[in-house]
């Protein structure tokens, strides 16, 4: 069928990128830490998307330079994914370890270090 | 037994004078007279008895010096107290108290206690009203033990001690009236002008112990004779009696330091006779006479004596031409005869000048001892120009000063004539310019002492109050006797001298020869001049008696007929010369501005104390300007310093560092500021800017 756009990988690189500042943004500026937490998680499926896209691209190559095999980067997803949960698991660790010691949630009370 | 007692001689006035010390106070004017007096005649007895027992014993004795020594003074007998002579030797330190008689001490002994003797009987007369008798007799003894001490000493150090203890009692006597700040001035005087011919006398010594290693004269004297040939000219024996003779200058009255003579004349009149005329200043002479082996050895010192002799000579003769004070016209004249007595140990002739001491100690202190009467009956007048006409009034004192100028001037037979006379012969064998001066000044001295006579006795009575001239009147036997005693000698006392050449045996010149018996090469030496021919001595001779007669007739001209307001024929002359002699060539005024430091140009003072003032100013102002200048440079760097280290060096070196570190840090501290999200910040901006050099690089 013939669609408004033709959706190519360059479409899903930039939903990659944006969905990556987004999160970089929240991290930057959300005071909640489990916000913060969010918008890791939402930094790293932004990485899967730019990995998955790009390994759909190479899947569409001839032989000699990716062909059905390439399926790298859609493995290197799934690695990120698993990560992304072990890493979720131990941030929420540590989130209740520090809302046990200052009773907030706050980042900018994460301040002991400073001068 | 007199000389083996030798030292009771000085010892009885020493007690006398201990007497008085202690006791004089409470004690009545009889006895203090017959204490004092005592005392002296005593040693004048002890003293005849002395010398007639040593004629004896030195013609048994090969005419050596009779030596008594008491006890060693200074020093030890063992002999530690060593010093280094002058050829690499040591040589003991030692003086003893010891005491020596020959043929010269003698003369001197004979005719210091006669004199004295005479004096002091004299002076109970003189001061019988006068208040302090005790001390003046007290005073007198002193002086008496001093002055036989240092004429019986064996050593110069016990004739130091003499010579200083006669200083002393000059000292003393000639400010007797201390109420009076001329008397006082003129002991002070006297005593600080002594000082500085000590000083000379004191190193005169050092030089003679250190090249003959004893003080001992008869050791001294061994010593000049048995070196003669090697020492004569040694330029160390030449300054040693150089200096020996400052000291003369200064206690003998001599150029330059003979200015405190005529201020002595402060002192009553028996002080002036004794000390000033008889007996303290001729002990420059007897010094001189003691070393004569020493000077033998020196030519230059002769010359120097002889010079310095002839000059003062002259120079007194002319300056007492014009004196109005009585007393005056005596001390120069006793200033002028001792440059006569130096002249003649300057030219070799110790014998003529040890006679003129001898002679002149008779008519110089009946001079003073006359002129003492004179003001005794002029109740204190002393200025010539108010006598007068005095020769009826007081027959006595006029007829014995008469006899004392005559012998003075030198007119024949009486004593001066024989000394002076023989004084100029020698000296015109030595030089013809010294006989000139000599000649000169004889002329002056007939001249003033006439002068002094006709003025004071001869001339009509310038006697200026009536009571003052009806109290004129002979003064008491205690006073007139010794006049007469000593114009017995003035006459007489020339006769032990009498010369061969007119048909005499010179007793007086055999007697000291044993003192005076240097043998020196018989040449051009001063020591012993060639004598001339008989004939010159006879011309010489009555060119002297002709000198004296012409000065006899030239103040009778001028003064016979002197009334009241009467002129001086110098001052007529040559008034600005007469000013000169009248003022002394200003001599005084000359010292006061080298020497005393007591006039001021502005508010600077002159002379030596104005360089010293000069000198002081520098090392205050100049010399610790310096220092302090030096003091304020280093405390100035100091500061500099300081300020170099607090700002600069502790500012910028050490603190500057920490500052910027601290600067510094202020941005570097951002990093670590504890905010979770600022971290996460500053990492992505390091991804961008990876980003960025990957894809624009």
Redesign the interface.
């Known amino acids: 069928m013939d669609a408004l756009l033709h959706i190519t990988t360059l479409h899903y690189l930039v939903l990659g990128a944006a969905l990556f500042l987004l999160g970089?943004i929240g991290?930057?500026?959300r005071r909640n830490v489990v916000i913060?937490l969010m918008s890791i998680e939402l930094i790293l499926n932004a990485v899967n998307l730019n990995l998955v896209a790009f390994s759909r691209y190479w899947q569409g190559m001839p032989g000699h330079l990716g062909g059905p095999g390439a399926l790298h980067g859609q493995v290197f997803a799934i690695f990120v994914i698993t990560d992304a949960a072990a890493e979720a698991a131990v941030g929420l660790g540590i989130l209740i370890a520090f809302f046990r010691n200052k009773e907030t949630v706050n980042?900018?009370e994460?301040?002991?270090?400073?001068? | 037994m007199f000389l083996t007692h030798i030292y009771l001689i000085p010892l009885f006035p020493a007690i006398g004078a201990a007497l008085m010390f202690f006791f004089g106070r409470k004690l009545q004017k009889g006895t203090v007279s017959a204490v004092c007096v005592g005392t002296i005649v005593l040693a004048f007895l002890m003293a005849c008895g002395a010398v007639w027992q040593y004629t004896d014993w030195a013609a048994a004795n090969d005419h050596k010096p009779y030596e008594k020594i008491l006890y060693t003074w200074l020093g030890t007998d063992t002999g530690h107290l060593t010093y280094q002579k002058s050829d690499g030797d040591s040589a003991p330190l030692q003086a003893d108290a010891g005491f020596l008689l020959d043929p010269l001490s003698s003369i001197w002994l004979l005719f210091v206690t006669g004199v004295g003797m005479l004096i002091h009987i004299y002076s109970t007369g003189y001061m019988a009203h006068e208040g302090g008798y005790y001390r003046f007799f007290g005073y007198l003894n002193l002086f008496m033990f001093s002055m036989l001490t240092l004429i019986l000493a064996n050593n110069y150090v016990l004739m130091f001690v003499g010579w200083e203890g006669v200083g002393l009692c000059s000292y003393l006597l000639i400010g007797f009236y201390f109420h009076r700040n001329s008397a006082s001035d003129a002991a002070n005087k006297a005593f600080i002008v002594n000082r500085i011919g000590d000083a000379g006398f004191i190193l005169g010594m050092f030089f003679i112990a250190w090249m003959a290693g004893s003080l001992r004269f008869i050791d001294v004297t061994h010593f000049a004779r048995a070196n003669a040939a090697t020492l004569l000219g040694n330029p160390y024996i030449t300054a040693a009696t150089l200096l020996l003779f400052v000291g003369a200058c200064g206690k003998s009255a001599q150029l330059p330091l003979y200015v405190w003579l005529p201020d002595a004349m402060e002192g009553p009149t028996p002080v002036s006779a004794l000390i000033h005329a008889a007996t303290m200043v001729t002990a420059g002479v007897y010094m001189v006479a003691r070393s004569n082996a020493l000077f033998v050895l020196a030519p230059k010192s002769m010359t120097v004596v002889a010079i310095v002799g002839a000059l003062t000579a002259i120079f007194a003769a002319s300056i007492g031409l014009v004196q109005n004070d009585i007393k005056r016209v005596l001390a120069y004249s006793t200033v002028s005869q001792l440059g006569y007595m130096f002249l003649a140990l300057g030219v070799g002739a110790f014998s003529a000048g040890v006679f003129h001491v001898f002679t002149h100690a008779f008519f110089k202190a009946l001079l003073f001892l006359g002129a003492g009467s004179v003001i005794h009956a002029m109740s204190g007048e002393q200025d010539m120009r108010n006598m007068g006409g005095l020769s009826e009034k007081i027959p006595v004192t006029f007829r014995t000063m008469l006899v004392a100028t005559l012998a003075i001037a030198g007119i024949p037979i009486l004593a001066g004539f024989f000394s002076k006379d023989e004084i100029l012969w020698k000296a015109w064998n030595s030089s013809p310019y010294l006989w000139a001066i000599g000649f000169a000044t004889a002329l002056m001295t007939a001249f003033y002492m006439f002068r002094l006579i006709y003025l004071t006795f001869w001339s009509p009575s310038r006697v200026v109050s009536h009571e003052i001239e009806h109290h004129i009147h002979e003064s008491p036997a205690s006073m007139t006797v010794p006049l007469v005693v000593l114009a017995f000698f003035s006459l007489t006392a020339g006769w032990l001298g009498w010369p061969a050449s007119l048909g005499g045996s010179n007793h007086f010149e055999k007697f000291l020869e044993p003192v005076f018996a240097n043998h020196t090469e018989a040449t051009e030496t001063p020591a012993s001049p060639e004598e001339g021919p008989r004939s010159t001595e006879y011309l010489l001779m009555g060119l002297s008696v002709a000198a004296a007669f012409a000065g006899l007739f030239l103040a009778r001209n001028a003064y016979k007929t002197a009334g009241k307001g009467y002129t001086e024929p110098i001052a007529a002359a040559a008034p600005p010369l007469y000013n000169t002699l009248l003022n002394k060539y200003y001599v005084d005024e000359g010292y006061d501005y080298v020497f005393t430091g007591r006039r001021k140009l502005g508010d600077f003072r002159l002379g030596v104390m104005g360089l010293g003032e000069a000198s002081s100013w520098v090392d205050t102002n100049v010399i610790d300007g310096a220092v302090n200048a030096a003091g304020s440079i280093t405390r100035s760097s100091a500061v500099v310093s300081s300020w170099w280290d607090k700002w600069i060096i502790d500012g910028v070196g050490v603190n500057g560092p920490a500052i910027l570190a601290r600067m510094l840090s202020y941005p570097a501290?951002l990093f670590?500021?504890?905010?979770?999200?600022w971290y996460?910040?500053v990492m992505?901006a390091g991804l961008v800017g990876f980003v960025f050099y990957y894809v624009y690089h």
């Open positions: 970089v991290v930057l500026t913060v980042v900018d994460v301040n002991l270090l400073k001068w | 501290r670590e500021w504890g905010l979770v999200q996460a910040l992505t």
